[in-house]
């Protein structure tokens, strides 16, 4: 992984193998980011895992071109990547929000730092909901 900060805004060069969700985060610890927006992310991935609505998860073991947007907020104490992604090979087409994904190639990231802030907090209806990653964004 490598990064750039200049001023507020943060660009992020994953390569091959390394897994995106877990690498924002350290980034964004690293540069001591806790707000944020995800303006870009464009690359491709190996293997990915992705709810594409709420209660169905897919897991796709095979090359995609990806793009995608999101934010960065708080949960405890830590960053949390909110990344939604369009993604396609020629077998088809997904979207939803990545849960985890190995690069293939490589995968650029540009986040915005923000002064806006968002924490994350458990919240047992949504999971009761059946939603899988039950995070709720609360303004601080």
Not at 46 to 51: A, E, G, N, P, V
Request: a negative charge; proline letters at 1%; aromatic letters at 4%.
């Amino acid at each position: 992984m490598k990064v750039k900060k200049s001023g507020r805004e943060l660009a992020i060069l994953l390569e091959e193998d390394e897994e995106v969700i877990s690498s924002l985060v350290k980034a964004c610890s690293s540069e001591g980011i806790t707000s944020g927006t995800i303006l870009s992310c464009v690359g491709a991935l190996k293997r990915s895992r992705l709810i594409l609505r709420k209660g169905l998860e897919k897991t796709i073991t095979q090359h995609l071109e990806v793009v995608g947007n999101g934010n960065i907020s708080q949960h405890n104490g830590k960053p949390f990547v909110h990344l939604h992604l369009a993604a396609g090979s020629e077998t088809g087409s997904w979207v939803g929000h990545l849960i985890e994904g190995v690069v293939d190639v490589f995968c650029e990231v540009i986040i915005m730092e923000n002064d806006i802030s968002m924490v994350r907090e458990y919240d047992e209806i949504l999971l009761e909901r059946g939603v899988t990653v039950p995070y709720k964004l609360k303004f601080g």
